[in-house]
């Protein structure tokens, strides 16, 4: 197993809602990440998990929360969320902890809508 | 700080050669990504260059000179399916800072 899967492919919620993000990956990588990616822009990274510890927050909003439950599972869970926070959300993943300097695989995506 | 520089678009014709030039001034330095990105999906990787030269594979070739803060990804005999965005990514120990991308359009 050579992806990483993200659910759900799109999700539309309101500025009251909670909801969540999920990545998966099988291939025994030790980092995981969050990106977000406006359109006809760069992935802008958000949180990097190493061996299942948040290592890099990038000074991401509240309203944007991590969880890592176990090597193979990311989670992005979303509350109070803004119009301007609507965007692609890319989960990847990398083998090793030291995130620089290894090859990144990168799940679809989320497309978020924020009503 | 980042300073990671491409052009923003390119246009060639198929079977062609391009040359996407990416500069870069980073904190922290290990090497350089290039990740390819059709619209609407995820980006793929492409090539890492660690060392200075010249990284060939089949027809996409990446190039590094790390005291110019200077890469290049050089894509030949190029075909439709090339048409994508194209980023150039240096890395430090923590993480990878993505240019802008530079959109490559094939025309036949």
């Known amino acids: 197993d050579t992806e990483v899967t993200q659910t759900p492919k799109h999700l539309v919620m309101g500025m009251t809602n909670k909801k969540s993000l999920k990545c998966e990956q099988h291939?025994?990588?030790?980092?995981m990440y969050w990106y977000k990616q406006k359109a006809k822009k760069p992935p802008e990274l958000m949180f990097v998990?190493?061996?299942?510890?948040?290592?890099i927050n990038e000074s991401v909003p509240s309203r944007f929360s991590p969880e890592c439950p176990n090597s193979s599972l990311l989670n992005l869970h979303l509350h109070a969320l803004q119009p301007e926070d609507s965007a692609l959300y890319l989960c990847?993943?990398?083998?090793?902890?030291?995130?620089?300097?290894?090859?990144?695989?990168f799940g679809p995506g989320t497309r978020l809508t924020v009503l | 700080g980042q300073n990671i520089d491409q052009p923003t678009e390119m246009t060639a014709t198929e079977g062609a050669i391009v040359q996407i030039n990416c500069t870069y001034q980073?904190?922290?330095?290990?090497?350089l990504f290039w990740y390819q990105q059709h619209a609407g999906e995820a980006p793929t990787f492409l090539s890492y260059?660690?060392?200075?030269g010249l990284e060939e594979k089949g027809r996409f070739s990446s190039f590094l000179s790390r005291s110019k803060g200077y890469s290049y990804l050089l894509l030949k005999e190029l075909q439709m399916k090339d048409s994508a965005s194209y980023l150039c990514?240096?890395?430090?120990?923590?993480?990878?800072?993505f240019g802008a991308g530079t959109t490559v359009t094939v025309r036949a």
């Open positions: 990847a993943s990398s083998q090793e902890g030291v995130a620089g300097k290894n090859e990144q695989f």
């Open positions: 291939m025994g990588h030790r980092a």
């Open positions: 998990y190493s061996y299942e510890k948040l290592s």
């Open positions: 980073t904190s922290g330095f290990n090497g």
């Open positions: 260059n660690v060392l200075d």
């Open positions: 990514a240096p890395s430090n120990d923590y993480k990878l800072s």
